[in-house]
């Protein structure tokens, strides 16, 4: 493995996966709140960021292909944990939280499952937008709890659920691509 900046990059937004959780055990809210907010957006803008570096310098590698959707998910599965303790059980935050859960496990077990095959299920488009709706609400979120501002905290789950129905719309069209490479062989 080279170690790249895009490479460096999604070890860094590997790494702040749990520093997003830890900060709440080490430190007081509302500071904690604010640290959780800078770790995870500082993280998220470099989920965009080494993509586009990679691609600009041709550093893409399989050690990056590999760690980036992993990377992602610790980072979205992290903040979402946090959250849930954050709010308890709140059926705005629950119900897109289980959604996104399932759907980023689902996808990942369809992936293993199909190996080489796993190219047709290329991230799309619409998978784009699902990740930045997943990191604008939770980013969201984060900063109605440093702020303690009532509308950040409606817009937030507004995106939330947005971001829970564009999970499952692209979980959905995931399990249609893969449909084929399901199938039973007759015996």
Avoid at 146 to 168: K, Q, Y
Wanted: charged share 15%; net charge positive.
């Amino acid at each position: 493995m080279t170690w790249t900046v895009p490479n460096i990059l999604t070890v860094f937004r590997l790494l702040c996966a749990p520093g997003v959780a830890l900060v709440f055990l080490i430190l007081p809210r509302p500071l904690a709140d604010w640290l959780a907010l800078v770790l995870f957006i500082t993280a998220s803008l470099t989920d965009f960021i080494d993509g586009y570096l990679a691609r600009k310098w041709d550093q893409m590698s399989k050690f990056g292909a590999m760690l980036d959707p992993i990377a992602d998910k610790a980072m979205v599965v992290t903040a979402i944990a946090v959250l849930t303790m954050l709010h308890g059980v709140n059926t705005l935050i629950v119900v897109p939280a289980a959604l996104i859960l399932l759907r980023e496990t689902f996808v990942s077990g369809l992936r293993e499952f199909l190996g080489d095959t796993a190219g047709t299920l290329k991230v799309t488009k619409l998978a784009k937008w699902k990740t930045t709706a997943q990191m604008v609400a939770i980013a969201t979120l984060f900063a109605y709890g440093a702020v303690d501002f009532a509308p950040l905290f409606t817009l937030g789950i507004l995106i939330f659920w947005i971001a829970g129905l564009l999970t499952v719309m692209t979980g959905w069209d995931y399990l249609s691509k893969a449909l084929p490479f399901l199938r039973e062989e007759p015996k």
